[in-house]
């Protein structure tokens, strides 16, 4: 493996193609998200008419991301380079979302993170994984309400049963939490890439 520091850009790219998670809260807080006006009748898990970038500040120190407009990235970064890493983010997003159709899953939506190196950009970071990507069974997807997913959305939901303050240390897992994830991030693999781990 070839391993280069890029001098990283400090935003999540985030690419939306349907309404969960942080996006489903400022949409029912606001009718936007990240600045965008959304028609209104909308629920939890409705497919969005076209893919969203939907970007946000990069966390330091263990705080949440938090979502931002393409006005406050062009403004941070420039208009130029946060035009490009918002076609990106969509053109990447177009691909695996299509693959990830042909294999029964919908990529809900995934987080990129870009540097540059050498004046080129790369794409940096996890790729594509239940880590930072939400992917729902196709067969199973019906919008209104929480979709079953692999992700992390097992050790999010058992963080929130306990109560967690979101601050550091972050509590341990009991084993049941810890293998349940790890059975989603295996079938996610298998589905996606028609090989066992």
Not at 128 to 139: G, N, Y
């Amino acid at each position: 493996m070839l391993v280069k520091r890029a001098n990283m850009f400090p935003v999540e790219c985030v690419a939306r193609g349907y309404l969960a998670g942080s996006g489903w809260k400022d949409y029912k807080a606001t009718g936007t998200v990240c600045g965008m006006p959304l028609p209104t009748g909308l629920q939890d898990g409705s497919r969005l008419t076209e893919p969203l970038f939907t970007p946000a500040t990069k966390s330091e120190g263990g705080t949440h991301d938090e979502n931002i407009s393409f006005d406050q990235v062009a403004l941070q970064i420039g208009a130029a380079e946060a035009a490009e890493l918002r076609r990106l983010t969509l053109a990447i997003y177009a691909k695996a979302s299509a693959h990830a159709e042909s294999r029964g899953l919908v990529l809900a939506d995934t987080k990129f993170e870009f540097g540059r190196l050498d004046g080129t950009i790369l794409l940096a970071d996890e790729v594509l994984t239940p880590d930072s990507s939400r992917f729902w069974d196709a067969s199973a997807w019906k919008p209104g309400g929480a979709q079953p997913s692999f992700d992390k959305q097992v050790v999010r939901d058992y963080l929130e049963a306990i109560g967690w303050n979101k601050q550091a240390p972050a509590p341990s897992l009991p084993e049941d939490v810890v293998e349940r994830t790890q059975a989603k991030y295996l079938e996610a693999f298998q589905r996606l890439t028609g090989r066992q781990l």
